[in-house]
């Protein structure tokens, strides 16, 4: 069983930076791929970032490419995404995720995700 919980959500204006965390237990980090996906009322679940479980590879949602930066420390069980350049289309709840099965590299679909933190808001005003 893996535990997800995000934290470092929070109001920001736009144009300002956020970095959220996803601490994780109960499993061997490191040989789980993390994804980070993000749902605004009333919109789906959109995906927003995946880092591979090595670290060896990372994709982005087109909207948020080249603002926001995906990583991870193994030693600390813990993925990252640091968002710069926010606005207010960025608001939304992000929650974390990771597969089923360890060793598989992840991908944009939410589906392939089986475990998942409870989110947390971001709030981005213009």
């Known amino acids: 069983q893996v535990q997800l919980v995000e934290s470092g959500g929070g109001l920001v204006q736009a144009g300002g930076s956020l970095r959220l965390s996803c601490a994780a237990s109960?499993?061997?980090?490191?040989?789980?791929?993390m994804g980070w996906f993000r749902q605004a009322p009333g919109k789906e679940r959109e995906f927003v970032a995946r880092?591979?479980?090595?670290?060896?590879?990372?994709l982005y949602a087109d909207s948020v490419k080249g603002r926001f930066t995906i990583s991870r420390d193994n030693a600390k069980n813990t993925v990252y995404l640091q968002m710069s350049s926010l606005k207010p289309e960025d608001t939304a709840v992000y929650s974390c995720?990771?597969?089923?099965?360890?060793?598989?590299?992840?991908?944009?679909?939410?589906?392939?995700?089986?475990?998942w933190g409870q989110g947390t808001q971001v709030t981005v005003s213009s």
């Open positions: 995720a990771a597969p089923k099965r360890p060793y598989y590299s992840g991908s944009s679909q939410y589906t392939d995700y089986h475990y």
């Open positions: 109960g499993t061997t980090f490191g040989s789980y791929a």
């Open positions: 880092i591979h479980w090595s670290g060896i590879s990372t």
